[in-house]
């Protein structure tokens, strides 16, 4: 018997959505704010994962693409990737790089640096992205912002992308950071345990 789709098992057309609108135009990228509080507010005034465990659109993409072109190798990930030092390892790094791009938006809105109309892959590979943004159309600080997240959230899903192919589907899920960050708040939230 087939599973009951509901409307939030489609939400992975929101996640290609999402990169498609900030390849032509880069101020779509704050959109990607939703996936980055509705998590954490979950967590905090519910207390549980529903985001990941079913509104999670990025998720939902990493089952989907290795079902439609049988592109995952379905191994088992390293024990290494999933466990806590690596899990909140990763979850400060994501953090800083998310705290740098707070600090740059700053630059720009004080003055002290020009917007750069580049995207960053893996924090490293400079992508010019000038074709995203006409200068003038919003403060430049705004541009400055989307042009920092946007590469955030591309280089976030090229790992899940990665580790998808080489292991199982959704095996990004296990070292996610929102997800480290959820657990650690549903944890707190629900006393009791240590965080894993």
């Not at 018997?1 to 032509?24: A, C, P, Q, S």
């Not at 779509?28 to 659109?57: E, R, S």
């Not at 020009?114 to 992508?127: H, I, M, P």
Request: charged letters at 10%; proline letters at 4%.
């Amino acid at each position: 018997m087939t599973k009951k789709k509901h409307w939030y098992d489609y939400l992975w057309i929101w996640t290609i959505g999402y990169f498609v609108l900030g390849f032509f135009n880069i101020l779509f990228a704050w959109l990607g704010m939703i996936d980055f509080l509705l998590p954490l507010f979950i967590a905090i005034f519910g207390g549980n994962k529903f985001f990941c465990n079913h509104l999670c659109g990025r998720g939902q993409l990493f089952t989907v693409i290795p079902k439609a072109l049988k592109c995952s190798r379905q191994k088992p990930a390293p024990s290494w990737l999933s466990s806590k030092w690596f899990r909140y390892g990763f979850l400060i790094f994501f953090l800083t790089m998310f705290g740098n791009i707070i600090y740059q938006t700053y630059l720009v809105y004080g003055g002290a640096s020009s917007l750069r109309e580049v995207v960053k892959l893996f924090w490293t590979f400079r992508v010019p992205w000038g074709w995203a943004y006409t200068a003038g159309t919003t403060a430049d600080w705004i541009a400055q912002f989307s042009f920092g997240f946007y590469s955030l959230m591309l280089t976030s899903t090229l790992i899940g992308l990665i580790v998808m192919v080489l292991f199982r589907p959704r095996t990004w899920c296990s070292f996610c950071p929102m997800g480290s960050m959820t657990q650690l708040i549903c944890k707190a939230k629900n006393h009791g345990q240590q965080p894993d």
